[in-house]
């Protein structure tokens, strides 16, 4: 979710002010943030080593607000010391616009890593924007209209090991979005397309992953390949009957101790009867940072970006990277049209051992966007 919302004012303020001579030292701010959990440790004698970091943010289309994200490391089995940390972290805000929501994401590794269980979700009240579908409607700004979007969503995932680095497994996937308070525009988008504006989908997964990374929410080095295809029919409650593929590949290559380059091709192919809830968006927190999330949208999209990640001094670190997108109603003309280009920097202040926060802006053609969220874009 785009609005995991750490309180990153604070925490820019707080980093920012320790440099000064005038203020507290680095070390009675550390002891601060461990009051907090925030102690740059893992503590697997606890059954969760928790870490909270509150504040409050700002942002033209929230206005102002309150976030908290709260993120625990633990293993299920204190004896399996090789397996990746387990990770479970919540976050939550409420706006001056009305708006509100909440997140959740776990990944655990059980039975020295034999097992593996992913689930994440999200609730969520927002004003937002619809454009309609496809490269020209996301440039046209007459057909745009405004609505308060309701969502829910979740997504549970159970893999088994087949060989060294290698899963396969099933999930599941629902979600529900509705559009209310929709602004009344004889040319807008949803009349014009004749939308349904309450959809509910809902799909069994069969997932596939190749998975060599050191640890999933913040790697320092290994790749990942993941396919999952996703199949949404009224047998499952689903509104309509569709497909969905998603293809992914990241890889992480560490130039010294302190610096590493990402890089990362994403695509999502569907077919049938797609709701408007469930195409493919070309722009969102992970995969083509610079545009406004649900601006682009269509049946299918591919995307890659490169990444270049620096730990600073102390809790400090910054990322740069580039990237391009494309979207097409066809699979066979993906490649073809209408590449969309993403640059951006990001400052990374690090709260529990190897878990970030980020604060990214990046710049796409003719648009911008700040993200806040807890972990690396991928």
């Not at 920012?16 to 740059?40: E, K």
């Not at 929709?182 to 997964?205: D, E, V």
């Not at 999933?216 to 993941?226: A, D, F, I, T, Y």
């Amino acid at each position: 979710m785009r609005l995991k919302i750490s309180l990153f004012c604070g925490l820019l303020i707080v980093s920012a002010i320790s440099q000064a001579s005038v203020v507290p030292s680095r070390n009675t701010i550390d002891r601060f943030l461990n009051t907090l959990g925030a102690d740059r440790k893992a503590d697997t004698r606890k059954t969760i080593d928790w870490g909270i970091v509150p504040g409050p943010f700002y942002t033209p289309e929230l206005g102002v607000g309150i976030g908290v994200a709260a993120v625990g490391l633990y293993r299920p089995d204190e004896h399996q010391r090789d397996t990746p940390l387990s990770s479970l972290s919540f976050t939550g805000f409420a706006s001056s616009t009305g708006a509100f929501g909440a997140g959740y994401e776990n990944y655990t590794f059980l039975n020295d890593d034999r097992w593996r269980f992913y689930l994440s979700g999200d609730i969520s009240r927002r004003p937002l924007h619809y454009w309609g579908e496809g490269f020209r409607a996301g440039r046209d700004q007459r057909g745009k209209q405004s609505y308060d979007s309701t969502k829910l969503s979740s997504a549970p995932r159970v893999l088994y090991q087949l060989a060294n680095h290698t899963y396969a497994g099933l999930g599941w996937s629902f979600s529900y979005e509705g559009a209310s308070s929709l602004q009344h525009k004889a040319s807008g988008s949803f009349y014009h397309q004749n939308a349904s504006r309450h959809i509910f989908s809902s799909g069994a997964s069969a997932l596939f992953s190749y998975d060599s990374r050191d640890f999933v929410e913040n790697p320092s080095r290994g790749q990942v390949l993941n396919f999952s295809w996703t199949w949404y029919t009224p047998a499952f409650a689903s509104d309509n009957r569709f497909n969905a593929f998603d293809a992914q590949y990241d890889t992480y290559h560490a130039i010294n101790d302190t610096s590493l380059v990402a890089w990362e091709v994403y695509s999502r192919f569907t077919s049938g009867h797609v709701p408007w809830t469930m195409q493919s968006l070309l722009g969102d927190s992970h995969h083509l940072r610079g545009y406004y999330e649900g601006r682009y949208r269509d049946r299918n999209i591919v995307t890659s970006q490169l990444e270049w990640r620096k730990k600073l001094s102390w809790r400090h670190g910054m990322v740069v990277w580039m990237g391009a997108g494309n979207m097409s109603d066809r699979p066979g003309s993906i490649l073809n049209g209408h590449w969309l280009p993403s640059v951006g920097a990001g400052y990374r202040f690090e709260f529990k051992k190897d878990m970030n926060i980020r604060l990214d802006y990046g710049l796409g053609q003719h648009s911008s966007g700040f993200y806040f969220q807890v972990g690396e874009a991928f």
